[in-house]
């Protein structure tokens, strides 16, 4: 949730309580006793108080009614997109545009708008909005930060470097500012660089338990550094969100794993989990598949044969999390016609505006049918006009989301041509790796084992079912294959992507650019074989997983 205040709303009210105070029940002002503009502005306050205090639905509930009187109010507008960002960011665009045009010369307006472009991968248009951001206002520091990590996830940390450093000069004790100097370097692979941002960030008590996980992963520990007491301190601080105590444990356990210490950093992996309150519905998940599979038959796709456009441009490298799918983007990548553009959001932005969210179970016959060959033409042609943005010569451009794996189908009608490369990694392995990592609520589904080794069973279930609608389509890359043969199965990477061999590709871990995902320190290695049969570390600990797994499981 976007928290910040824009200028403007001094001008309109004063700032409600704190969101640790007691929020008043919102007390609706009478029409006859203010004026309007008075009673909207109480009602804004009421919303932003509430706002705070994560009481979204009533926040949202104000905002419209102040809507319904002034259309077109623009803090109302910027409320409601704080609101929806994060949960619905293709509303967020549409309240922070309309407050945009409402208010052009307000900078605050403009970088919320850029801030959810981000959210939704459009990082052309995010860097226009916050560099109209930073004319209005230059010495904008969020502005800065926030420009700075677009221009990391767009590929160009070069470009981020100098912001940070700017906004260094301005306010070095901006919570934004060391963490995204930090990460700007770490995509670089300038670890020690990183680090040395990371520990300020603790000395001067900023952003303690994230700056203490970062710094965690910038090196490989072969004895206990002075900073794990810290951390063990750091946890037994009351006032701990829940956020603060995940981020202290992973920490934690990082460290004792690498430490070889495995039952102890497991203790702390689960205590992380627990931490997080996710949940995740496999049973709805299961049933989601289900439609997937009933929907996507061979007669359907014969029958749209022609669906899309020709090109071969786009590459897709999918798979569960932690199943190498950074490493073989950075292989892919390395080869000179090749550009590696991280994980990019453009399919699944489609596929939840056509209907075919994961959260719903629901018929997915009639989504995927409101799909005609103009349509897929037109989807096809914006997607590789997105693609060719960030990288206008490249013959293919690699989009790494793992979890596109649950959109093959969609792929296929849009993209007949195109590559598409599934990571798999022994089960067990897989799962542990993902259980050990801290991932976003919306990968819930890695909250306990069980639901985790269940959920890969689902993963499993589905690639089956791809392979069989789709023959000879994906290229089944195996994690063990690659790091027992680097060069066999990169130079079969290289051959599936329909290009000539070059040497660059067996010296992935020295190219350029940005790598930013849980494996950034690991792809600027050379490849290594520690991680097979990682599992058998935690044995005991991972009993629940390994039953749920069943016969998927290798021994």
């Not at 995204?180 to 941002?197: C, F």
Request: proline share 6%; glycine share 6%.
């Amino acid at each position: 949730m976007n928290n910040r205040l824009p200028p403007a709303w001094s001008k309109h009210i004063k700032p409600g309580p704190s969101p640790k105070s007691k929020l008043p029940q919102p007390n609706l002002p009478k029409a006859n006793s203010l004026s309007r503009g008075q009673a909207d502005d109480e009602l804004l306050k009421q919303a932003y108080a509430l706002q705070q205090a994560k009481r979204l639905n009533e926040a949202q509930d104000l905002c419209l009614r102040v809507l319904s009187r002034t259309p077109n109010h623009p803090l109302a507008l910027y409320i409601l997109g704080t609101i929806c960002l994060g949960y619905d960011d293709e509303a967020a665009l549409r309240y922070f545009a309309r407050a945009v045009g409402e208010e052009p010369k307000n900078p605050y307006y403009h970088l919320s708008l850029g801030e959810a472009y981000v959210k939704v991968g459009e990082y052309s248009a995010a860097i226009e909005r916050m560099l109209h951001a930073l004319q209005l206002k230059p010495d904008l520091v969020d502005a800065l930060c926030a420009l700075g990590r677009a221009y990391n996830e767009f590929d160009k940390p070069d470009m981020a470097l100098p912001l940070y450093e700017k906004a260094l000069k301005i306010n070095r004790n901006h919570p934004k500012v060391r963490l995204g100097l930090a990460g700007a370097l770490t995509s670089l692979g300038r670890m020690d660089e990183a680090a040395v941002y990371l520990k300020e960030a603790i000395k001067h008590r900023i952003s303690v338990p994230t700056a203490y996980n970062d710094l965690v992963q910038t090196q490989k520990f072969t004895e206990e550094p002075a900073e794990f007491q810290s951390i063990l301190s750091e946890l037994r601080n009351p006032k701990l969100d829940s956020e603060g105590i995940q981020k202290l444990h992973y920490a934690a356990g990082k460290v004792l794993n690498d430490l070889k210490r495995y039952e102890e950093a497991f203790d702390h992996f689960n205590k992380a989990k627990k931490a997080s309150g996710y949940r995740f519905d496999i049973d709805l998940y299961r049933r989601w598949v289900d439609s997937m599979i009933e929907t996507f038959t061979p007669d359907m796709l014969a029958a749209r044969a022609g669906y899309g456009a020709s090109s071969e441009a786009p590459v897709f490298v999918v798979g569960m999390p932690r199943s190498g799918t950074t490493l073989t983007e950075q292989i892919c990548g390395s080869h000179p016609d090749v550009h590696g553009a991280g994980e990019l959001s453009k399919l699944r932005r489609v596929a939840n505006a056509i209907g075919l969210k994961t959260s719903s179970a629901g018929n997915l016959n009639r989504p995927v049918m409101s799909i005609t060959q103009d349509l897929s033409r037109t989807l096809a042609q914006e997607h590789l006009s997105y693609l060719k943005e960030r990288a206008p010569a490249a013959l293919r451009v690699v989009d790494k989301t793992p979890h596109n794996f649950e959109l093959i189908g969609l792929i296929g009608l849009l993209f007949p041509n195109a590559r598409i490369i599934h990571c798999r990694r022994d089960a067990i392995d897989n799962c542990v790796s993902c259980f050990v990592q801290s991932f976003s609520e919306g990968h819930s589904y890695n909250s306990d084992l069980r639901t985790l080794g269940l959920y890969y069973r689902e993963y499993d279930r589905l690639m089956q079912h791809w392979n069989q609608v789709f023959p000879g389509l994906i290229f089944e890359n195996s994690y063990e294959t690659l790091v027992g043969d680097q060069e066999a199965q990169s130079r079969r990477l290289i051959d599936h992507l329909g290009l000539p061999w070059d040497d660059a590709c067996l010296r992935f871990f020295d190219r350029d650019g940005s790598v930013n995902t849980p494996s950034r320190w690991q792809v600027r290695q050379p490849i290594y074989k520690s991680s097979v049969k990682r599992w058998k570390n935690y044995e005991k600990e991972i009993q629940p997983l390994i039953e749920a797994l069943g016969d998927l499981v290798e021994t």
